[in-house]
Structures are given as structure tokens and as C-alpha cells.
């Protein structure tokens, strides 16, 4: 369970520029739900995946990750219970690293590190049945470099490296929105299996309506740093892209209309 009470972030205070991102979200995430959350430009959605994350402290209000208050807690202390993955493909892996060593990172983040063997055979055995399921064959690419491979296979593999060890929550800021079309299906259906098998706590901000609607189990609308709707399975079901967007007016040109064969 994930909790966040009364949330209030507030960006450049007292100044002439001051801008309330989060405007006292109160907001509670089941064990193993996938919830979409969506919105248009400034909604705040990507700064309550970063408050959750750690990455800015709150103002105001309180985290919770299985009943445990990791409000003032350091972003680099909750690694091994939120795992992250960026839009941009080039944050979420160390492009100087093989494969295996990213993995082998991210094991490490998870586990806590010592003196013992790194790259051992049962680790790569796991590394290959963690890569084969996403379907673009890095199972086969343990030893190349990073930056050789493309954005896609970048994302993918951040996507293993962030699910290797399940985290208590999963943050998924944007994560297809820079790949290709068939990448980004690739991407967001090995998403879905993996979360699916380990049954992970998921929040996916996206501007993807299709996959909002097909994927997730919960629909989170955010305008203005508030929560304005919240559709559990029951509510979304029946709803089409174009329903969604003209029931609560999301004006964003970044939005994903996938429908009849449009762009």
C-alpha cells in the first residue's frame, strides 16, 4: 500500500514566479495496482512521481510504502524500494556498461553491495530469462556496451534492471513516449507482463490514452496539482479515447490518439 496525504509541493515561494505543482493530494495505491495517471501540460504530474520518488521533498504532508513514513527519507535510501523509469531512454542505464553490468548494478542497488564475485553464471542465467520475455534480444547482448544499442533496447533494458529485484513501487514517468510506435508497444506489453507476474504497485503517468484505458486497472486525472478524477475498473470500462478526453476537456498536444489507425 502507498499513501500520500495532503501532499503540497510549491515551486520558487514567495517569489513572483511562484508555482503550487501539488495543491494537497491525498492519494492511496493498493498492493499491486496499476494506475495510469494522466492530465495536460502542468498538471503536476511527473512532480508527484517525483515526491513519491524522493526526488523533491514536500512541503506539506505525508509518504507512506507499507506503512512505513518515508516522507523525509533521501531519494538514494529509497532505491531499494521505488524503482523509476525515465522518458528519456538515456537516463535509465550507464551507456560505458555492458548489459550484464548494468543489470549487475541494479542487483546491487537492490541487495546492498560486498566483497563477493559480480558477474557469476547464475547471475547471467537470470539476466537472460529477465531480458528474454521482453522480446528484442538482449538475452543475446550480455556483453555489449550500452551506448551501442538503440533507444528502445535502452528502455527495455531499464525497465529489466528497474524490475529485477521487485521494488515495492514502480514509477513509470512517460516510459514509451520517445520510442518508436512498434517499440512502444513492445516496451509497454513486456511492462505489462512483468508487472502482471510479480504483481507490482504501478503508477504510469502517460499521455497515451490508449494505454491508460487498455492497461491500467485505475485511471488518476490530475489539472492544477489536484486530483479532479479517479475511475476505478468499473467506471473506465466501455469509456474510448476520445471519451476520455472530451469527459475531462485534456487539452495537451502531446496526447497519443491511437485509434482507427491514427497517429
Wanted: with cysteine; proline share 2%; net charge positive.
Amino acid at each position: 500500500m502507498i499513501t500520500a496525504s495532503r501532499l503540497r509541493k510549491i515551486f520558487n515561494r514567495g517569489a513572483a514566479t511562484e508555482l503550487t505543482a501539488i495543491a494537497g493530494i491525498d492519494l492511496a495505491v493498493a498492493a499491486g495496482e496499476f494506475v495510469a495517471v494522466i492530465g495536460g501540460n502542468g498538471a503536476g504530474k511527473s512532480t508527484l512521481l517525483n515526491l513519491l520518488a524522493g526526488a523533491y521533498a514536500c512541503d506539506e504532508g505525508t509518504i507512506a510504502i507499507d506503512g512505513a513514513d518515508v516522507t523525509r527519507t533521501p531519494e538514494h535510501a529509497r532505491a531499494a524500494w521505488v524503482a523509476r523509469i525515465f522518458q528519456d531512454p538515456m537516463l535509465g542505464t550507464a551507456a560505458a556498461l555492458t548489459v550484464e553490468e548494468n543489470l549487475t548494478l541494479a542487483l546491487m542497488r537492490a541487495q546492498g553491495r560486498g566483497l563477493k564475485p559480480a558477474l557469476t553464471t547464475a547471475r547471467r542465467t537470470r539476466f537472460r530469462e529477465a531480458l528474454s520475455g521482453l522480446r528484442l534480444g538482449l538475452e543475446e547482448r550480455l556483453g555489449v556496451v550500452v551506448s551501442t544499442l538503440s533507444g528502445g533496447q535502452r528502455q527495455a533494458l531499464a525497465l529489466a534492471m528497474a524490475t529485477l529485484t521487485p521494488p515495492k513501487l514502480l514509477l513509470l514517468d512517460e516510459h514509451t513516449a520517445a520510442l518508436d510506435p512498434r517499440t512502444s508497444e513492445l516496451v509497454m506489453e513486456a511492462t505489462v507482463g512483468i508487472v502482471a507476474k510479480a504483481k507490482l504497485t504501478t503508477l504510469m503517468v502517460t499521455h497515451n490514452m490508449e494505454h491508460a484505458l487498455r492497461y491500467a486497472s485505475r485511471i488518476v486525472m490530475m489539472d492544477a496539482g489536484r486530483i479532479v478524477a479517479d475511475l476505478g475498473s468499473t467506471e473506465k470500462a466501455g469509456l474510448g479515447v476520445s471519451d476520455l478526453i472530451e469527459r475531462f476537456r485534456i487539452r495537451d498536444d502531446r496526447i497519443v490518439l491511437r485509434q482507427a489507425g491514427g497517429a
